[in-house]
């Protein structure tokens, strides 16, 4: 299953962002993402832009992996605290949870963690779940 999140962002953002999932369920999502240099603010550490990019591709993937066939996903919010920084030359790992499957709307809550273990960012999103479209319509 990472193979295949993998295959369907080529060419796309987290592409771009050099992200590597490690392990995708519907209960959990991992990835890894190597701290670049264009990733950078001028102060070496991750952008918090990159970071936020980050953490919502692992809740859309959450949420895609909890709705119905054939159903579509959009962030409708999202909340980052920035705990601290991720150097230059460094990784970070994410993991990303539902902490509510619902009907309409998909509850993520995502750490993102630097290679020695320390809180680098917690994230919670809400993905709205957009029905698949009736036959005809």
Do not use: W, Y
Not at 5 to 34: C, H, N, W, Y
Not at 63 to 70: F, K, R
């Amino acid at each position: 299953m990472s193979l295949d999140i993998q295959q369907r962002f080529k060419g796309l953002l987290p592409d771009l962002l050099g992200m590597e999932f490690t392990e995708v369920s519907p209960d959990r999502v991992l990835a890894r993402l190597a701290v670049r240099k264009d990733l950078c603010t001028v102060g070496g550490n991750l952008h918090g832009g990159a970071i936020m990019a980050f953490a919502d591709t692992l809740g859309a993937v959450v949420a895609i992996l909890n709705m119905p066939e054939g159903a579509r996903t959009t962030t409708i919010e999202s909340k980052t605290n920035f705990i601290r920084g991720a150097a230059l030359g460094t990784g970070v790992t994410a993991e990303s949870v539902p902490l509510h499957r619902g009907r309409t709307t998909v509850v993520c809550q995502t750490t993102v963690r630097s290679d020695a273990g320390k809180l680098v960012a917690l994230v919670t999103q809400t993905q709205l779940v957009i029905a698949p479209a009736a036959p005809g319509a």
